[in-house]
């Protein structure tokens, strides 16, 4: 009989956004329609919900072969100021765009790798950021740091203007995964940030781990959690390697497909991977997060709170994202925009004193009731619709392509809404596939997308 890891193991996108990258429509979009509605969005929601702001930090010393990030590899430590002097501008550009001053809600710094910068470079770009902005009273600023260079002066640094999460990533603490993934990182890294963190005043730390490593048994995620377990982090990120070799070329390539744990095993480290963390305390937060029961993003699942972006699950509310540095993408609810991905025509672009967006994708009608759909779906595993919405989108259809996963126990299908029972949850990809009308109507050509287990 056909398991239900082999039933639904297909390439799928992870709904950080709807539409999802590769269906943006590029060639009705431009930067100048981006501007007018991010305007139009800020001037709405700016004093109601304020912003959130994303910075892509994109340089690393060396490549982690599991990483799936825009970056750039090099020990040259002469870039970090020339760039930051860069996103800098960007946000300026943006500033004198919306006019008002905006009011400041979220900021995160991913990468690459922040604490690849200095503690005084990141003190200059916070300061560059911060100023001529409205910091709202309840704001939550995070960065992730990478364990084997973040150093006490990086956290205090950042602890100065304001940040009070970081995440660690950990990834897997068996040496023979290490090697294979290119990131040699001791235990007794993560523990010493972890406690410098708590040590300074962070409020939530979390840790990054990540199943179907090449190379990754079943005892690997057992030991790596009994590892966490010493460390308890307040939130834990447990997902899926997603394996794009044909997308980010030979980063994933020093291993091969033979080399990772095959579906079913991998199913299975989720499995007794979630079973372990329930029992140290921790809560299952939509897909692929898990938190301690008093962390602020465990109880915004409770109170139906909880949000998600390019940026992952938040509980912040704000519709506007704006994302700053190389391929960063913004998000003002109604459009979506990328920036330039190489650095030197990023670069260029700022010179000119332009906005460094290179395409994007402007939401229909259809789209942003689409979107609203799959959000609940991956915030709360429910999501109910009404006449306006059946104006507009053919739910019918949609239950037509929910009708084998109702079968199977995936989904309870009700007359004007779609719930996921526990049962479910592993497959809420394939479930908020069933409403992407998108991919629905055109399959890709080739392969755009990570398995979905």
């Given at each position: 009989?056909?398991?239900?890891?082999?039933?639904?193991?297909?390439?799928?996108?992870?709904?950080?956004?709807?539409?999802?990258?590769?269906?943006?429509?590029?060639?009705?979009?431009?930067?100048?329609?981006?501007?007018?509605?991010?305007?139009?969005?800020?001037?709405?929601?700016?004093?109601?919900?304020?912003?959130?702001?994303?910075?892509?930090?994109?340089?690393?010393?060396?490549?982690?072969?599991?990483?799936?990030?825009?970056?750039?590899?090099?020990?040259?430590?002469?870039?970090?100021?020339?760039?930051?002097?860069?996103?800098?501008?960007?946000?300026?550009?943006?500033?004198?765009?919306?006019?008002?001053?905006?009011?400041?809600?979220?900021?995160?710094?991913?990468?690459?790798?922040?604490?690849?910068?200095?503690?005084?470079?990141?003190?200059?770009?916070?300061?560059?950021?911060?100023?001529?902005?409205?910091?709202?009273e309840n704001y939550s600023f995070s960065f992730e740091g990478?364990?084997?260079?973040?150093?006490?002066?990086?956290?205090?640094?950042?602890?100065?203007?304001?940040?009070?999460?970081?995440?660690?990533?950990?990834?897997?603490?068996?040496?023979?995964?290490?090697?294979?993934?290119?990131?040699?990182?001791?235990?007794?890294?993560?523990?010493?940030?972890?406690?410098?963190?708590?040590?300074?005043?962070?409020?939530?730390?979390?840790?990054?781990?990540?199943?179907?490593?090449?190379?990754?048994?079943?005892?690997?995620?057992?030991?790596?959690?009994?590892?966490?377990?010493?460390?308890?982090?307040?939130?834990?990120?447990?997902?899926?390697?997603?394996?794009?070799?044909?997308?980010?070329?030979?980063?994933?390539?020093?291993?091969?497909?033979?080399?990772?744990?095959?579906?079913?095993?991998?199913?299975?480290?989720?499995?007794?991977?979630?079973?372990?963390?329930?029992?140290?305390?921790?809560?299952?937060?939509?897909?692929?997060?898990?938190?301690?029961?008093?962390?602020?993003?465990?109880?915004?699942?409770?109170?139906?709170?909880?949000?998600?972006?390019?940026?992952?699950?938040?509980?912040?509310?704000?519709?506007?994202?704006?994302?700053?540095?190389?391929?960063?993408?913004?998000?003002?609810?109604?459009?979506?925009?990328?920036?330039?991905?190489?650095?030197?025509?990023?670069?260029?672009?700022?010179?000119?004193?332009?906005?460094?967006?290179?395409?994007?994708?402007?939401?229909?009608?259809?789209?942003?009731?689409?979107?609203?759909?799959?959000?609940?779906?991956?915030?709360?595993?429910?999501?109910?619709?009404?006449?306006?919405?059946?104006?507009?989108?053919?739910?019918?259809?949609?239950?037509?392509?929910?009708?084998?996963?109702?079968?199977?126990?995936?989904?309870?299908?009700?007359?004007?809404?779609?719930?996921?029972?526990?049962?479910?949850?592993?497959?809420?990809?394939?479930?908020?596939?069933?409403?992407?009308?998108?991919?629905?109507?055109?399959?890709p050509e080739t392969r755009l997308f990570s398995m979905t287990?």
């Open positions: 009989m056909q398991s239900l890891t082999d039933k639904y193991n297909v390439p799928g996108p992870r709904y950080t956004s709807y539409p999802t990258v590769p269906y943006w429509d590029e060639a009705n979009f431009t930067a100048e329609d981006w501007t007018k509605r991010l305007k139009i969005q800020f001037d709405r929601y700016n004093n109601s919900e304020g912003i959130s702001l994303y910075i892509h930090l994109p340089f690393c010393e060396s490549l982690c072969t599991f990483c799936g990030c825009h970056k750039r590899i090099t020990k040259r430590h002469e870039v970090e100021e020339p760039y930051i002097n860069a996103v800098i501008k960007e946000w300026q550009l943006y500033k004198q765009l919306l006019v008002d001053k905006p009011i400041i809600k979220e900021i995160h710094l991913g990468g690459g790798t922040p604490t690849f910068f200095s503690p005084e470079n990141l003190t200059h770009l916070m300061k560059g950021i911060l100023e001529d902005t409205i910091i709202d990478h364990p084997n260079n973040t150093t006490k002066e990086h956290l205090q640094a950042l602890y100065d203007t304001g940040f009070r999460r970081v995440s660690f990533g950990v990834q897997d603490y068996n040496m023979a995964v290490q090697i294979a993934i290119h990131r040699i990182q001791p235990f007794e890294n993560v523990k010493k940030v972890t406690e410098w963190a708590r040590e300074i005043g962070y409020t939530s730390v979390g840790h990054d781990i990540i199943f179907g490593l090449p190379y990754q048994t079943l005892e690997h995620v057992k030991f790596t959690i009994q590892k966490t377990k010493e460390l308890q982090p307040d939130r834990i990120a447990f997902y899926s390697y997603a394996h794009v070799p044909w997308i980010k070329g030979n980063g994933q390539r020093g291993f091969t497909e033979e080399n990772l744990p095959s579906p079913e095993l991998k199913r299975t480290q989720y499995e007794t991977g979630k079973k372990l963390l329930e029992t140290l305390g921790y809560i299952e937060i939509g897909m692929d997060h898990f938190a301690l029961p008093e962390d602020e993003l465990c109880q915004a699942m409770f109170n139906n709170t909880l949000h998600r972006n390019f940026m992952g699950y938040t509980t912040t509310q704000s519709k506007i994202m704006i994302g700053l540095g190389i391929s960063a993408i913004s998000d003002s609810w109604t459009a979506f925009a990328q920036n330039e991905k190489n650095i030197e025509a990023y670069y260029k672009l700022l010179n000119e004193n332009k906005i460094p967006v290179y395409r994007g994708h402007l939401l229909t009608e259809e789209d942003q009731i689409i979107r609203k759909h799959i959000l609940n779906l991956m915030c709360n595993l429910q999501t109910n619709w009404f006449a306006t919405d059946e104006e507009i989108i053919n739910f019918s259809e949609i239950k037509e392509n929910l009708a084998e996963m109702e079968k199977d126990g995936l989904v309870l299908i009700l007359p004007n809404a779609i719930e996921v029972p526990e049962k479910g949850r592993p497959f809420i990809r394939n479930v908020c596939m069933a409403f992407d009308i998108l991919l629905q109507n055109k399959q287990v």
